[in-house]
């Protein structure tokens, strides 16, 4: 019976990995989940050829990670972040990236082999930014291969620092969804790949002091870089005639229904 009930239960993570892959692909890959559209548990049911419960468990996950947002009577909803969520996302997530790379300096940091693997993640994304032949697709991989590269330092941390991890991949899943839906120059993706390049200068000197002063500015530059975003796109795109509330960003009043 333990092993049965064992059987079942991977049967029932790997359905609710199947139908989160699927809700992640529409959102980042297709896009044919906008910010603010409404997630069809019925369709997704049918779609997937899967019961409601692993489709349940799946919204549940993703609501979790900041993706799907529940409204109460009325559904699951992608979420739409405004600038000052991704500001405060932004910060929280350097702070604690800063604290898992300090500890690893402080235990003598990574050695030339971990350095070297970085590095190399880090072409792959420059790769990808001078690519004439992804068009649609660059975002997508861009985003895709950066995530790999802050998990891949993190990952340089001795122990588990399972909750810490959990966290900030949560909330690079946030950052995207919000980039994947706003003006994404190429200038900035260049910046990217070079301001990793100098994190990993910092790290290589295994010097505490330098770590901490380029996170801090890098943090203070994403504020910017969000700020003139916004503004770019405001630039771009028709008013429409004044700001309505995305189902998928919830009101006071939702959130407190909901508690």
Known sequence: MPHENGHLADVRENLKDIAIDYIRERIFEQRTLRCGEQ????????????????????????????LIVSVKYKGWFVADFREEDILEIN????????NILEAVVAAGGPNDEELALA????????????????????????????MAFHEYLCSLAKGDCFWTRKILRNFSYQIRCYLDRRLYLKSRMQSSVASHNLLLESLKKRDVAILREYLFRRME?????????ESEKSGMRPETGGET?????????ARKDRM
Not at 91 to 98: A, I
Not at 135 to 142: G, Q, S
């Open 39 to 66: 997630v069809n548990e019925r369709e997704l049911s049918r779609t997937l050829g899967l019961s409601r419960a692993p489709i349940r468990e799946a919204l549940k996950e993703l609501e979790e990670q900041g």
């Open 91 to 98: 910060r929280l997530r350097t702070l604690l990236e800063h």
């Open 119 to 146: 590095a190399s993640i880090n072409a792959e994304l420059e790769t990808i930014v001078e690519s004439q032949d992804l068009d649609d697709r660059k975002m997508f991989e861009f985003v895709e291969k950066e």
């Open 221 to 229: 530059n994403s504020s910017r870089f969000l700020q003139k975003t």
């Open 245 to 253: 509330e995305s189902p998928g960003r919830e009101s006071a009043g």
